[in-house]
């Protein structure tokens, strides 16, 4: 059986998972912050109400997607860490 397997709960295993967890939620907070400082470029730059808004709702999107991503982190990791 494979130490980083998920389903093993011994300690290297877990380690190993905990680790692999980190390592994506740092990732995808990483990618989700460049798309947020996309669009509030497009935000600050939109030439009419329609464009702003349309940018404003992706920031709002964005954030959100950081907070659940957060949210699943926190339920995730291991109560020792």
């Known amino acids: 059986m494979n130490l980083s397997s ?3 709960d ?3 295993g877990v380690s190993q ?3 692999d967890l980190r390592v994506l939620f740092h990732r995808l907070n990483n990618q989700l912050g460049i798309i947020l400082a996309h669009a509030e470029l497009l935000e600050a730059k939109a030439p009419d109400d329609v464009a702003r808004a349309r940018a404003g709702q992706v920031v709002t999107s ?3 997607a ?3 991503a957060r949210e699943i ?3 995730t990791e291991p109560a020792d860490v």
């Open 10 to 12: 011994h300690g290297a």
């Open 62 to 64: 964005v954030l959100d």
């Open 6 to 8: 998920p389903l093993n």
């Open 66 to 68: 950081m907070g659940t």
């Open 73 to 75: 982190r926190s339920k």
């Open 17 to 19: 998972a905990a680790a």
